[in-house]
């Protein structure tokens, strides 16, 4: 007697659950309250999904429809109705259950009352995200592409390409200790000519200038006798001059 009162109770539990279900689902799929717009000051902000808020863009936010969701709003006083996507979330004000764009306002005629009632359905679910299949093992015939046994290590690389280095820096190393030696050499040689025509120059300068005194005592020498005729002519012409006056 008590397993069948039991019974009977569980059945008047599914029965009560079933019908409340059926009686809810009108309810879910239509819903009927306040709603709101955005102002053209929100243009440019983004809403939850990410996307920016534009005034011109028929979007809308509701509190738990997916994003991309399509949503039929309808007002019921000149039954103009439009079709929006949900993009962001909210309204969080008691009462109201939609905030619609700028121009979906426009387009059910509900700029001039700021707060309307209005009726809001499903239009068309979001899209869903693909999903992994429940058995991911197929049977693919297996495909040798032959290169499992050609090896590459990127620190055989890493290795030849440090030796081409240390090998460049060895020969820059070897060609500027030989150019430093020949510049050495070539300034040293250098040096040595230099010096030497130097004392080239010298000597000769010393022979020029001997050569010079050697010919000034010459013309010293001459002009010695030259002053003593000269002497004895001035006195014969004395002399002279004395008789023939």
């Not at 053209?40 to 939850?48: F, N, S």
């Not at 820096?169 to 200790?177: D, E, K, M, R």
Request: net charge positive; charged share 25%.
């Amino acid at each position: 007697m008590r397993l069948h009162i039991n019974f009977d109770i569980y059945k008047f539990r599914v029965v009560i659950l079933f019908l409340s279900l059926i009686s809810f689902t009108p309810l879910l799929a239509q819903q009927r309250g306040k709603a709101t717009f955005y102002s053209k000051r929100a243009t440019g902000t983004r809403g939850a999904s990410g996307v920016r808020i534009h005034h011109d863009s028929l979007i809308c936010a509701h509190r738990t429809y997916p994003f991309g969701t399509l949503l039929k709003v309808t007002n019921p006083l000149n039954d103009k109705s439009v079709i929006v996507e949900v993009v962001d979330r909210g309204p969080f004000a008691r009462g109201r259950i939609i905030d619609l764009s700028y121009a979906a306002a426009e387009e059910i005629g509900i700029l001039s009352q700021g707060v309307a009632t209005v009726e809001v359905e499903l239009y068309r679910e979001a899209p869903q995200i693909p999903f992994r299949p429940g058995n991911p093992m197929l049977n693919l015939p297996k495909i040798d592409l032959e290169v499992a046994e050609i090896g590459y290590s990127f620190i055989d690389d890493l290795k030849e390409r440090k030796n081409e280095r240390v090998d460049k820096l060895a020969h820059h190393a070897v060609s500027s200790a030989h150019s430093q030696h020949h510049t050495r050499s070539a300034s040293v040689k250098a040096a040595n000519n230099a010096q030497q025509n130097i004392r080239a120059n010298e000597a000769g300068k010393s022979s020029v200038q001997g050569g010079i005194v050697k010919q000034h005592v010459k013309n010293q020498q001459s002009k010695k006798p030259a002053e003593e005729d000269n002497k004895w002519y001035n006195v014969f012409k004395k002399v002279k001059n004395y008789f023939v006056d």
